[in-house]
């Protein structure tokens, strides 16, 4: 069974808090790093999480899978 592309979601939360008490949370901002995506810009724990996740494996099958859907496209 090939490994499958994984993807990193990153998801930034607005939380607003009254005497040290959350009374909000919001999401206010998604993200979605494909493999082989520069994180080079991004906070330290996505840069992490893509040197480890993101292997040369995983960059290859992904672009093959984009490849292949591109092919059924047309």
Known sequence: MAR???LLEARTALIVERDGVEISRTFINRQIFIPGADVSGEDETIQRLASVEHT????AAYEE??????ENAL
Do not use: Q, V
């Open 4 to 6: 499958l592309a994984l």
């Open 56 to 59: 040369s494996e995983r960059i």
């Open 65 to 70: 899978k984009a490849r292949i859907r591109a």
